[in-house]
């Protein structure tokens, strides 16, 4: 599995990827990919295009996220989930905290 | 050919005099001469010499040179062998008599050395273009013969692939041109273990090889899937795969798969660009319309194909039509095009359904006429039928064995060795995809499987609470401590059970994961609902909203949930 | 008129040239056989098959060409056209020219021979 990033020209967007599954195994790795900027983007797309299968540890990833961009004020896209990642998704309510495509 | 070459000119003239000086000329050329007196010299000399160019007197005793003139290009059939008049004729009709005759130029007395020359040059380089011409005719001719042949065999080789089917079961009629064929047409239909029939009609772009070649791993695919049970959007979605990484960009697939229920008289139908297909209803002799809703095969990625399908409740002896572009786009000697309001109209003129078939074809075909013969068609036509009637030749339909189910199950441990090196999802997840039934859940499967063993492994085994993930930092330090405690840990095991049961309706998987761990208190959960703070405790909510049922055994060490699911195909 | 009117001798010159050890036969022939073509149009003369004669005529034409007899070729050639226009009228006084220019011919020929 792997994360990887990249940050708009303005450095005010993220986008993350994640290949494969995605769980604890990387949740040091996909913490780097928002912690670690220079300058703190104002909005966060994560890209599932090339993932897999989920589990709870990372809607718990999803949520860090969400908390360090700024909880109730966060402006997150999920994009380009599977059917099978997007089924756990709406199981968890997690509609209600993130857009998701 | 070079003008060097020594050539063999016969020289016929009956005047000794004319005859010694041309032989004369033409041997000092360099050539080989041969002579005769009077036309049936010359030709019984052709016949035997077969001379590159022949200079014919026209007036001669016993034949005149016309009469040689003819018999020698008879003879001479594809070769060209120039005819050279030898005359001082010079009345128009005499000259138009010798190029009738087969003469392709003059040559006029007193003969001229120099004018002589300059014709045998010309001429024999026409014979070289001539023979060059004709190489190439007969190269093209041979290719031409090849590739029918090679057509032959490969449609022959399509067939076999093609008819591994059950496309001559006795509710399906079909055709399919040969040309058809080499413009991308395929025709696949099967039997599922379950009884129902699928049948997929597809068009791929281009013409020609490019287009005919994408059938064979379509109808691989198709045959290999359909025998082993896989779903209609199981198989959709690995062709649409399939045909997405070998097709070049551009080439794809127009089709409509259809997924028929004996049982249940019902049909599935995914329709991906091509031309909609008619359900006739034979009671009250409606027809419904099966248009493309979705995009062609080969064309999107994985993630992005869309495999939703829609149903029809269908009567006994109700008929599916579906065919490619072929019949909508032959074209009448005024150029027009067939189109759908024709087919339309020939299902709504229907009186006798058994006959509809034959009465589209005919009709595409009266339209035609004398137009372009493309033969380029494509139709098959399925009848709803009871089960029991349904017959097919090498392939008998399951509908006696449709009611056993399949059960089993699997006990599988994990060692104390290996809970720091050994991911049991995958493999576990890999072994459960193999029953078709459960491919389509392998997303929920992945997920239940997951929360259930990290859970015995984390919080039974190793012993750690999730409280600790509070916190950003705490989360960090809950999966460090996770790594701490697996690299010291040398005691005890994750059981993982598995009960897999299915039967033409559907089927239920339970799945019980014990460990070696102190449990818990599940009396606290039960009516619990999910939370949607907190970055953790949400995984047993996950499973409990995927399962039929989630029941804790024991000191909260064991948990048995059941995975159900029911069969709508 | 002079022998040039009579014969080519830029054509003899260039028979010569290219028959070389044959050019005496080919003459030779050529007498020989023109000879046998006078006989043969006297008789013909007789009879009434002008298509005959105008083949024999069109036929005797061609080798005095080629020979370079330009006179003889040019007098075939009027009783060619004649036979041919079914003109059978004074054929017997064409002929009679043709034999008189024949001879003369015959000793100019003879005479390139002894040369």
């Given amino acids: ?101 | 050919m070079n003008d060097l070459r020594s050539l063999k000119i016969l020289v016929a003239d009956d005047t000794d005099t004319d005859r010694l000086i041309l032989e004369t000329i033409v041997r000092k050329e360099g050539h080989q001469v041969f002579s005769a007196k009077n036309g049936l010299e010359a030709v019984a000399i052709f016949q035997q010499e077969h001379p590159d160019i022949v200079l014919l007197d026209a007036l001669m005793p016993e034949m005149d040179g016309f009469d040689a003139a003819r018999q020698i290009k008879n003879l001479a059939g594809d070769e060209l062998v120039p005819i050279i008049f030898l005359t001082s004729l010079q009345d128009t009709d005499s000259l138009v008599h010798c190029l009738d005759a087969g003469g392709d130029d003059f040559l006029s007395k007193p003969y001229n050395r120099v004018i002589l020359k300059a014709k045998i040059k010309s001429f024999n380089r026409m014979r070289g273009l001539h023979n060059t011409m004709i190489t190439q005719r007969d190269q093209l001719a041979q290719h031409h013969q090849r590739l029918l042949q090679e057509q032959a065999v490969a449609k022959q080789v399509f067939d076999n692939v093609a008819h591994s089917g059950c496309l001559n079961a006795s509710n399906v009629r079909y055709f399919l041109s040969s040309l058809a064929v080499f413009n991308g047409d395929v025709v696949v239909a099967g039997i599922r273990p379950n009884g129902n029939m699928m049948v997929l009609l597809g068009d791929f772009t281009g013409h020609g090889l490019p287009a005919a070649i994408g059938a064979m791993p379509l109808a691989s695919t198709f045959y290999g899937m359909v025998n082993k049970g896989f779903s209609m959007s199981d198989v959709l979605c690995e062709i649409n795969k399939k045909l997405k990484t070998i097709l070049p960009i551009g080439l794809f697939c127009c089709a409509t798969m259809i997924d028929f229920n004996f049982r249940r008289k019902r049909i599935k139908v995914w329709n991906g660009g091509l031309p909609a297909g008619m359900i006739y209803r034979h009671l009250d002799r409606s027809v419904i319309p099966l248009r493309s809703t979705h995009l062609p095969l080969g064309v999107l990625p994985e993630k992005s194909f869309k495999d939703d399908v829609q149903l029809y409740d269908l009567d006994e002896g109700d008929r599916i039509f579906m065919w490619s572009d072929g019949i909508h786009e032959a074209r009448n000697p005024a150029g027009d095009m067939y189109g759908e309001e024709r087919l339309l109209e020939v299902l709504a003129q229907a009186n006798e359904p058994a006959i509809i078939f034959d009465e589209i074809l005919t009709s595409v075909k009266n339209f035609i006429g004398s137009g372009e013969q493309d033969d380029d068609l494509s139709m098959i036509e399925i009848r709803m039928d009871a089960p029991e009637h349904l017959q097919h030749p090498n392939h008998y339909f399951v509908h006696q064995q449709q009611q056993l189910p399949v059960e089993w199950e699997l006990r599988f441990e994990v060692k104390p060795t290996s809970f720091k090196s050994f991911d049991p999802l995958s493999f576990l997840l890999n072994i459960l995809t193999e029953e078709p039934d459960l491919r389509s859940f392998s997303g929920s499967l992945y997920t239940i499987l997951a929360e259930l063993y990290s859970n015995a492994l984390e919080h039974g085994v190793l012993g750690l609470s999730g409280d600790i993930k509070k916190s950003p930092e705490g989360f960090a330090e809950y999966y460090a401590q996770r790594e701490k405690l697996l690299n010291e840990i040398a005691t005890g095991f994750v059981h993982i059970y598995f009960a897999y049961s299915s039967n033409i309706d559907g089927g239920s998987l339970t799945l019980r994961v014990e460990d070696s761990g102190a449990g818990f208190d599940y009396s606290a959960l039960q009516g619990k609902p999910l939370s949607t703070i907190g970055y953790s405790g949400r995984g047993i909510g996950i499973v409990e909203k995927l399962c039929k049922t989630v029941r804790y055994y024991g000191s909260g060490n064991k948990v048995e949930v059941v995975f159900a699911w029911v069969n709508d195909d | 008129m002079s022998v040039t009117q009579h014969i080519s001798y830029d054509a003899l010159n260039s028979l010569k040239e290219v028959m070389e050890d044959d050019f005496n036969f080919l003459i030779e022939t050529f007498l020989h056989d023109s000879e046998d073509r006078l006989g043969k149009l006297h008789e013909l003369l007789g009879g009434d098959d002008v298509d005959a004669i105008r083949r024999a005529s069109h036929s005797f034409k061609g080798s005095c060409s080629n020979l370079g007899a330009l006179r003889l070729a040019s007098l075939c050639a009027a009783l060619e056209r004649k036979a041919f226009d079914r003109n059978i009228a004074d054929l017997a006084v064409d002929l009679a020219e043709i034999e008189e220019e024949f001879l003369i011919v015959k000793q100019i020929m003879l005479d390139f021979l002894a040369h």
């Fill in chain 1, 1 to 101: 599995m792997a994360i990887t990033s990249t940050v708009s020209a303005d450095g005010n967007q993220v986008t993350i990827y994640i290949q494969g599954r995605f769980d604890f195994s990387s949740h040091q790795e996909f913490r780097n990919a928002y912690e670690k900027l220079t300058k703190a983007p104002s909005r966060f797309r994560v890209d599932l295009q090339g993932t897999s299968y989920l589990d709870s540890s990372a809607l718990g990833m999803l949520l860090l996220l969400r908390d360090h961009a700024g909880g109730e004020r966060a402006d997150i896209d999920i994009v380009n989930c599977s059917q099978d990642v997007k089924k756990i998704l709406l199981i968890s309510n997690f509609e209600q905290l993130f857009s998701i495509q």
